[in-house]
């Protein structure tokens, strides 16, 4: 599957009216694109976006269904959007070290209490600081990624984008938010639809949690 971050593709407005593609040709490119064949559940949850595309296309395009980004799922995927993990990962080694310093700085208050205290408290700004930066970066990619995605749902191409859709799902990446909650893999994506709660080897989450 293509980086949904390219901005090669773009929507032509003059394609033909779309012509949903047979189940088995959408397994074939999800199982190409994960380079083996998917389990029985990960069958099943491919034909269910299969099965209610168009019910799932609409409601993403016109915003009653809202696609979720997993940051930690899509950052592995797309090397382009982890660069939050440096910025949190800096944060909270700088926080770290201010508190040292502070505790360090009052155990010698006579001797080196003053510089000490000023460096940990130097460490503490900057850490916080790329600590909230990096939260930034993580909703700005994230915002994104959505982005992008929402627009291989609507755009009418090849498969639709029904095959982008169910690896991104299987993989964790994406998930589904709608009046029913959120409905991640391994749940069945119609479930933001219908406010059920069966999960991919037929259980439901209902009668688990009982």
């Given at each position: ?21 047979a ?26 976006i ?42 909270i ?23 000490l ?8 700004a ?34 639709g984008g029904?095959a ?39 259980r ?7």
């Amino acid at each position: 599957m293509s980086d949904p971050f390219s901005d090669d593709e773009q929507p032509d407005e003059l394609d033909e009216p779309f012509v949903k593609p047979a189940l088995e040709y959408i397994r074939a490119r999800v199982n190409e694109t994960f380079n083996k064949e998917i389990s029985g559940p990960a069958q099943k949850v491919a034909e269910d976006i299969w099965k209610n595309w168009d019910e799932i296309r609409d409601a993403v395009s016109e915003g009653d269904i809202l696609l979720v980004a997993d940051p930690f799922f899509h950052s592995v995927k797309y090397p382009s959007l982890s660069n939050f993990h440096m910025f949190r990962g800096a944060g909270i080694i700088l926080l770290g070290t201010g508190v040292v310093t502070a505790i360090v700085g009052a155990a010698l208050a006579s001797m080196f209490g003053p510089v000490l205290w000023q460096g940990a408290l130097v460490c503490l700004a900057i850490g916080a600081g790329a600590i909230f930066w990096g939260r930034y970066v993580q909703e700005r990619d994230a915002r994104t990624y959505r982005k992008r995605m929402v627009e291989r749902v609507a755009w009418h191409q090849e498969d639709g984008g029904i095959a982008d859709l169910c690896v991104e799902y299987l993989s964790g990446s994406i998930g589904f938010e709608g009046p029913h909650g959120r409905t991640f893999w391994p749940q069945f994506p119609s479930n933001a639809l219908t406010g059920k709660k069966r999960i991919a080897d037929g259980r439901d989450l209902r009668k688990i949690s009982e």
